[in-house]
């Protein structure tokens, strides 16, 4: 079955009760039971909701792993995948991921005794040299936020199966339309649902896909027991999200490639940072692992500090000022001082992320309006 009839059909059969096409809102805590024990496979709402039941098969036949898991939020699910190691493991990670990831690793879960080592991961030398013993996860963002840097899912996973180290993958921005990270070799798959899975802005949503059926029960034994589950109104947004999945993704894809090429001409840009610029950094490697290269693009400005970019974020009118992605609309926004404002200024320029850095969310409006609109934004610079 080819995506675009997965995303429509994969997990998903008319309701046998009156054969509504689509999955019906199953809006109730609890089931009746006809003796103690014995009931149709549902009982209370935290463990299973039949709404969810069908958004998770439908999540695992798009990322082709054995088992999703459904959670309140993106880091809802990632809070699960990281409470799958113990006080003294150690993980590597990305050195630029999302902001609200770092917090979540170095604020919390870096209390309990698990460590954290932030590194670049265009060489697996550079993983390997703080490798040990203790490693037990390796997490992957590709591309990453905000910088869209491309990692080598495979040339990671095929390392860290030589170590026995588990690979998680935050397939966020590419969405399971562009990017399998299960077919090439991680075990592991997460994803803020809130964004392109949703795709309308209008729920908070967390999924993880599982490889093996073994990691997918652990996961959804800690679902269970924590309780971080989305309601039956939340799964129901994101399985409406996915039917339209391919088509928003691929429209968002061109608009980002048109607008990608219009600021690398616009002469108050400094750099472009999209993974389909052929100068961009591993853009052979994006070729290879991605369908497309997606519908983020990030750029910074010569007249780098904090006042420009708020110039230029509050001189768009199509681009709205918001956190989050991936919705119909076009977003604009400011790492610095939005996604990013837990990580200390220092580690963000390591990795490039200047003050004036600007976040596009490329939707699927117009691209001629689009361009007209950062175009004037830029000329009042």
């Known amino acids: 079955m080819k995506f675009g009839t997965k995303a429509i059909h994969a997990g998903i059969e008319p309701d046998p009760s009156t054969g509504a096409i689509m999955t019906p809102i199953f809006q109730t805590s609890t089931y009746v039971q006809s003796e103690p024990g014995v009931h149709k496979g549902y009982a209370y709402a935290r463990s299973q909701n039949p709404t969810r039941t069908v958004l998770e098969k439908n999540l695992a036949a798009l990322e082709n792993g054995a088992m999703a898991i459904c959670y309140g939020s993106g880091l809802a699910a990632m809070d699960a995948v990281l409470r799958l190691l113990n006080p003294g493991d150690e993980v590597i990670s990305t050195n630029d991921i999302y902001g609200g990831s770092y917090r979540i690793m170095n604020q919390v879960f870096a209390k309990y005794g698990i460590k954290f080592h932030f590194v670049g991961m265009d060489s697996i030398e550079k993983i390997d040299a703080v490798a040990n013993d203790n490693t037990k996860m390796i997490w992957v963002e590709t591309p ?7 990692i080598d899912i495979k040339m990671v996973s095929e390392y860290a199966q030589t170590k026995g180290i588990q690979v998680c993958v935050d397939n966020t921005f590419a969405s399971p339309y562009l990017q399998n990270p299960i077919d090439l070799g991680a075990d592991i798959v997460i994803h803020s649902a809130t964004k392109y899975l949703g795709g309308h802005s209008d729920v908070v949503h967390g999924a993880v896909i599982a490889k093996e059926i073994d990691i997918g029960e652990k996961l959804k034994f800690i679902q269970n027991a924590v309780g971080a589950v989305p309601g039956p109104q939340d799964c129901f947004l994101i399985l409406r999200g996915i039917k339209t999945l391919h088509v928003r993704v691929q429209r968002a894809c061109e608009n980002a490639r048109k607008i990608s090429e219009y600021l ?6 400094n750099k472009v940072y999209y993974p389909g610029l052929e100068s961009h950094p591993n853009h052979e490697v994006a070729k290879r692992q991605m369908k497309d290269f997606g519908g983020m693009v990030s750029f910074d400005l010569k007249e780098d500090n904090l006042d420009t970019a708020k110039k230029m974020l509050s001189g768009t009118h199509l681009f709205a000022l918001a956190e989050s992605l991936g919705g119909v609309e076009s977003l604009i926004g400011n790492p610095a001082s939005m996604t990013h404002g837990s990580v200390p200024r220092e580690e963000r320029l ?30 009042k610079l």
Do not use: F, H, Y
Not at 144 to 150: D, K
Not at 264 to 269: A, G, I, Q, S
């Open 264 to 269: 690398m001409t616009n002469d108050k840009v």
């Open 350 to 379: 390591k990795v490039g992320m200047t003050d004036s850095l600007i976040r596009l969310s490329v939707g699927i409006e117009d691209i001629e309006d689009l361009i007209q609109d950062l175009d004037k934004a830029l000329a």
């Open 144 to 150: 990453t936020n905000p910088m869209l840097n491309i």
